[in-house]
Structures are given as C-alpha cells and as structure tokens.
C-alpha cells in the first residue's frame, strides 16, 4: 500500500519564479578563497514563515512542500540577501556641493577641514535642527536605502559634537527604526572631530568625550557601538585608545575610522582594543592588515570615497582578502566624501577597484557586512533560521551584479518577511 503524501505545511510568503538564487553561507565572516564560495541555485524558491527564513531549494520542491498565503513572484530576476550596509552618516542637514567642486579644483580633503568646512559645516546644521526636521531628512534617506536594496544600516552620529546634540541624533535613530523598515544600528561618533570651541584645547574634549558622553550614551542605551576617526588632523592614536579603551569598559562595541588619510596606526588600535571593524585602510601597511587577521576585526572597504575625494590611494582590497582577511563593503554614505547611498554601486566599484569576483562582492555587501555589526547569526544570508531579508534584482545571474554599471535593479524587496518594495513601490510596512 503506498504511503500518503504529507499535506503541504502552511507558510506566509512564498518567493518563486526566480531564475538565480545566490547567498553566501554561515555565520561567520568570510576571507581568503571562502569569500567568493557561494551558492548559486538555479530555479529556486524560498519559504517564509513569520520573519524567518522555513525553507530555500529548488522551486518544484519547496512548493510541494509549503501552502504559502501569499506569494512574490521574481518574474525570472535574481534573488539575493538584503545588502548590509556596515558603515554611513545619514543624520544631517545640509549637502556640501560646493565643496565637491573645490576638489575637482584640486582642493583636499584635510585643507577643506582646516578652512571650517567639511566634517564642521555639517556640525552647524545638525546643532541647529530640531530632531523633527532631523527624522523627516533621515526617513526620506532610508527610503532610498531600502528601494536600492539595504535591508541592514550602520548609522553613525558624529555631526553634533556636544553631548546634547549627538543624543539628539541617535534619538532620531531610534525613532526612525520604530518607523520604517530598514535595520539601524547605532553608532556614537561623538569622536568625528574636534568642534570650533575646543580647537585650542583638544584634550579638554578627549575628556569630554570619555567622562561625560560616552556615560551618558551607555546609559541611554541609544547606541550600540563607538566610532573613532583616528587620523593626524582629528583624534590620534593616544586619543583614540582613550576613548575606546572607555567604550569597552562601559560594554560598547569598537569601530575605528582607520588608516584613511595616512598611515595613522589606525588599524594596530583597532586590534589592540578588539574592534569588531577597522573602516577605509587605504593607507594600511602590512603590520596593521596581519593585526587585523590576528585580532579577527574585520575591514569595511569604502571604494567610492577615494573617488569622491579625488585620491590616487585606495584600500589594497585584493591584497588583505588574499591574506584571508574577510572584507566587507559600505557605501560609507555622508554629505561630504560620499554622496551615495546605492551599494548595486559600491559593490561594482569593489569589483573594479579592489579586483574582486561577482561572488566576493555579494558576500562582502551581505553576510561579512552583517557579521562587522554583530548580525552574522542571523542576517546576510538566505539560510532557514535566518531573518528573512532579501532583494529580488532584475538581473538574469549574479555575475550581473557587478557587471551592471549605474541605476537601480531592485524589482522587490523583503524585510523581516514582509513584501516592503514591490516593482519600486512601497508596500506598507
């Protein structure tokens, strides 16, 4: 007699009719030859009970098996994590056109700061903005994350440099993460520069920064992490460690701004106080990347910044994955070195600067991006278990990914197992 067939279990939402599916997988970041070994599965499907992925195979298989209430049909494209976007600077107010414009005149970057412009011309809009006004410019950026495909946002605060006005800002975090489906994780950036009134006295605001601010935003709970921007204009070595030595102490998580501009010894700090992410490393020499392997702190590579800011040096991408080192990419999105909030378009740039496969970029832009913010358990890969994040690209294959040069591919977009984007418009969250 031959054996009942099992009703099909009931899911939420069923993805199907997708021509490729790749995922990296794990939890754990990438380096060396692992970075590029993905899974490419022609034809499949992913089912979604809840927020989390049930179910990723082949399309015939997984719809045997689920009774989907609803479904989201791929119409042929490919179908990929939610990017992770490791590193950006969404709260401010104001953009700095003009400044972009004294570069191509042959400007730098460090003359611009010396001069009151740069990191402190956005200072003077955030310190004079309510967080109302803050929330509406900050959603209508994260609208454009999510319609380019980020699921998964580091943002930073670092345009206040008062203790008043950088709560003020990852208060706005906090609201706009209740309000709109994009994942925020907090960075305290008190440490981005020194403000005007603490110019003659750097180590006054050091122990600004460490006794009063740091405290306070542990307490608040408003932020996860701490950001140093460790460079010889803004915080040294010794500022730096002081001030993340102190983070650590109060349970924050490490990042560092390092070896960007020069060879600051950005990147040994960031081993020495067990950084989760050492952020640029354009100027990192060999002692600083084998720290890094050592200390396992992953490098987040900004491959549109030294564009942006019309440099010659870029990070040695190709050079630390080929030392095992998992890199991640962000489009370190900010009104002064980077104008950009598409990683479709940073992960291109990586392939084309940094040398880098199709398959290495999209591990690079998902599950090693998730794991610098601590997420790898459960975001940056379509695995059952995971958050269900995903994007659905009008692309025939991955390799397109990076081959496609420009605009926005983003058909669908998935978060938390909710239809977010459908065909570039937005479903309700």
Avoid at 145 to 153: E, S, V
Avoid at 185 to 201: I, K, N, W
Avoid at 212 to 218: D, G, I, N, T
Avoid at 321 to 342: K, M, Q
Wanted: aromatic content about 4%; some cysteine.
């Amino acid at each position: 007699m031959a054996q009942a067939l099992s009703a099909p279990r009931p899911c939420d939402l069923l993805v199907h009719n997708c021509a490729e599916l790749a995922t990296p997988l794990g939890t754990s970041a990438l380096g060396g030859a692992a970075l590029g070994r993905i899974q490419v599965q022609p034809h499949a499907a992913v089912a979604i009970v809840g927020d989390r992925i049930a179910e990723v195979g082949a399309e015939r298989e997984v719809a045997s098996r689920w009774s989907p209430r609803a479904r989201l049909d791929a119409r042929g494209g490919l179908v990929v994590p939610g990017f992770v976007d490791a590193h950006s600077h969404p709260v401010f107010v104001g953009t700095r056109e003009e400044e972009f414009e004294l570069r191509t005149r042959g400007a730098t970057y460090v003359e611009i700061a010396q001069q009151g412009g740069g990191i402190l011309s956005s200072v003077r809009g955030v310190r004079a903005a309510s967080e109302e006004q803050l929330l509406v410019l900050l959603e209508q950026r994260l609208e454009r994350f999510l319609a380019h495909g980020t699921t998964t946002l580091e943002a930073k605060s670092g345009y206040g440099l008062t203790l008043a006005d950088e709560i003020k800002s990852l208060r706005v975090l906090a609201q706009a993460k209740q309000r709109q489906p994009v994942e925020l994780v907090s960075t305290f950036l008190g440490a981005h520069d020194y403000p005007l009134e603490y110019r003659d006295r750097k180590s006054a605001y050091v122990d600004l920064v460490v006794h009063e601010m740091l405290p306070a935003v542990a307490e608040s709970r408003l932020a996860q992490g701490v950001d140093v921007f460790v460079e010889s204009h803004v915080f040294d070595v010794d500022a730096g460690r002081r001030i993340l030595l102190k983070a650590r102490e109060l349970g924050l998580v490490r990042r560092l701004h390092a070896d960007q501009l020069s060879l600051s010894g950005g990147a040994r700090l960031a081993a020495e106080v067990g950084a989760a992410s050492a952020d640029h490393l354009e100027f990192v020499d060999d002692a600083g990347a084998e720290a890094l392997l050592a200390a396992g702190v992953v490098p987040v590579l900004a491959p549109l910044v030294p564009l942006y800011l019309r440099q010659e040096r870029e990070a040695p991408g190709r050079s630390l994955i080929d030392r095992g080192l998992p890199v991640a990419i962000t489009t370190d999105y900010n009104p002064g070195s980077c104008y950009c909030l598409n990683m479709q378009e940073a992960l291109a740039f990586a392939a084309l600067r940094y040398r880098m496969s199709a398959a290495e970029c999209l591990t690079a832009g998902t599950l090693n991006g998730a794991c610098a913010l601590g997420l790898g358990a459960t975001h940056g890969s379509l695995e059952a278990g995971k958050q269900a994040d995903l994007v659905v690209l009008d692309m025939p294959n991955h390799r397109r990914l990076v081959y496609e040069l420009g605009g926005n591919a983003v058909r669908a977009v998935v978060k938390r197992g909710i239809v977010v984007r459908d065909a570039g418009k937005a479903v309700g969250t």
